[in-house]
């Protein structure tokens, strides 16, 4: 389509060529007309969302990685302050001073007085793996420490090695050979399977108890530390000992606490919560932790690798928490399960 319009400067008709509405073309309207057709409006709506739900996220993961990163700042802040609480703690605990201060510092044992003492465990190496902070302290008293094994831990077959391994790891703590008793019967054998009848264990027991006129009962508790059923066995025969109230009346019976398996692997870092929460208690120093140590390989026959990280980071060669049960105690738990 041609439009005239008259020129100014020699008033001449000059044809201007116009588009026609299907012919015209301009970007701007074309772009107009882009914007508001409706399939290109969703299309940007869609984007728009999405940029959106993007800025959310990066927001939210920046926030989070922020606040995690703080976290860990003060775990690993609360953890080194922890440690350092224990090792001056423990430093405390040893510390050369007179008796006076002594007394104002936390002690490293709390357990009743005794001269005569009964441990009571379920396999060679149970009496060093576990329970050797508390020989150590109960010799270092000049208390005479008996040992009753209950088998002779013939699980693989290497009962006569166990047997002369636990004579030598109780010498290196200063038992005497002639205050060992090892049973070998055919109902108490070492196996995790095979039940040990109450009745059995508590015949074993008094029959020492009395015999050896002790004041002191040590064994394993309910979760026999490890949870073996041998260990669990003795516990129950020495509660049902206590509620018919066979334990002569001057003889005090302590049990070994079964900790978690984090505390369990704690190793000294365990003190502040083991002086916080049990009454009895054995802390053995550096030196004497060596010992225990030491005792522990002589059962070479056990040392596979696991016992071998067990002897560094277990709390059990440094630390023996008890607690000590009567009948009340006994009727009380029974009640509670
Ligand atoms: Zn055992």
Redesign the pocket.
């Known amino acids: 389509m041609i439009h005239s319009s008259p020129d100014d400067t020699n008033g001449s008709v000059v044809n201007i060529p116009i588009a026609s509405s299907e012919e015209f073309y301009d970007p701007t309207t074309l772009t107009q007309s882009a914007l508001f057709h409706p399939d290109h409006l969703e299309d940007r709506q869609q984007q728009q969302e999405q940029l959106r739900q993007a800025a959310f996220l990066d927001a939210f993961y920046n926030t989070v990685l922020h606040y995690l990163h703080e976290t860990l700042d003060h775990i690993v802040l609360v953890l080194l302050a922890y440690s350092v609480l224990c090792i001056i703690l423990y430093k405390l605990l040893f510390h050369r001073l007179g008796p006076g201060y002594r007394r104002w510092l936390v002690r490293k044992s709390h357990l009743p007085p005794c001269t005569r003492a009964l441990l009571v465990t379920?396999?060679p190496d149970?009496e060093v793996m576990f329970f050797g902070p508390t020989i150590l302290e109960l010799r270092r008293r000049q208390c005479r420490v008996f040992v009753l094994c209950l088998s002779e831990g013939n699980h693989d077959r290497k009962g006569p090695i166990r047997r002369q391994e636990l004579w030598d790891a109780c010498e290196s703590l200063g038992v005497r050979p002639e205050d060992i008793t090892l049973v070998n019967a055919t109902h108490l054998q070492d196996d995790p399977t095979l039940e040990w009848k109450t009745v059995t264990i508590a015949n074993q027991l008094l029959r020492q108890v009395e015999s050896l006129d002790v004041e002191l009962l040590v064994t394993f508790d309910k979760e026999g530390v490890s949870g073996?059923p041998?260990?669990c066995a003795i516990y129950y025969a020495t509660a049902s000992l206590c509620l018919s109230g066979m334990i002569p009346s001057n003889c005090k019976v302590l049990t070994l606490e079964t900790v978690n398996l984090c505390r369990k692997y704690l190793s000294i870092f365990d003190l502040p919560v083991t002086l916080l929460l049990s009454t009895n208690w054995v802390v053995l120093s550096w030196r004497a932790r060596r010992a225990v140590q030491n005792a522990m390989r002589l059962h070479n026959s056990q040392m596979v690798w696991f016992r071998k990280l067990y002897i560094v980071f277990s709390r059990y060669m440094v630390i023996n928490s008890l607690r000590e049960i009567n009948k009340s105690d006994v009727e009380f738990e029974i009640l509670d399960t």
Do not use: E, G, Q, T
């Open positions: 379920a396999h149970d073996h041998n260990h």
